[in-house]
């Protein structure tokens, strides 16, 4: 079953292939994704990488953990699932 990653403290220059390249050292890539923000489409920080393994995906978690890439120290850990979010007007 896959595995979703959250990889926090990212370079701003950071690209989805290395991320991709990074996480690919320790098992199947499903999924590699930078956040960016949606007016400016530069990248918030902070992306999510999924694997296709269990497994695979401690190993990298693990490993990755406070390791540098691109110059900054990442935090990497299982992903929260999502809370829905409230609808903030009343019609």
Known sequence: MAKKIYVGNLNYSTTEDQLNQAFAQYG???SAKIITDRYTDR????GFVE????DSA??????LNGQQLDGRE???SEAND????????QY
């Open 28 to 30: 199947n890539v499903i």
């Open 43 to 46: 990248s918030k920080g902070f």
């Open 51 to 54: 694997m296709e393994e269990d």
């Open 58 to 63: 401690e190993a990298a978690i693990s490993a």
């Open 74 to 76: 990442l935090r990497v």
């Open 82 to 89: 999502r809370k829905p979010r409230e609808r903030r007007f």
